[in-house]
């Protein structure tokens, strides 16, 4: 039987045309690989990468895919280092 999936809408914010891609993930997939996936995907360093919701809530990624598809939702934005903290 194949593993239930999660689907996430993640936008790159420190590009003004606001770019996005979504994702679809195993829920138990660790929010760590996810986030690495997408900065890949947007072409930038994961190490230096966040996610946070709409809201600008930071997530912390130590927690599956599925946990934070249950607390935030699908609608997610990146932000590379040089951006975290900025208004």
């Given at each position: 039987m194949a593993a239930a999936k999660v689907s996430f809408k993640i936008?790159?914010?420190?590009?003004p045309k606001l770019p996005?891609?979504?994702i679809n993930v195993p829920?138990?997939?660790p929010f760590t690989a996810v986030?690495?996936?997408a900065a890949g995907e947007f072409k930038v360093p994961a190490e230096?990468?966040?996610i946070i919701t709409n809201d600008?809530?930071?997530?912390?990624?130590?927690?599956?895919?599925g946990n934070v598809f249950l607390k935030h939702g699908s609608e997610?934005?990146?932000i590379p280092r040089d951006r975290v903290g900025c208004l």
């Open positions: 936008t790159l914010t420190s590009d996005y891609k979504v829920e138990e997939a986030l690495k996936f230096s990468s966040a600008g809530v930071g997530i912390n990624p130590a927690q599956s895919a997610l934005r990146l």
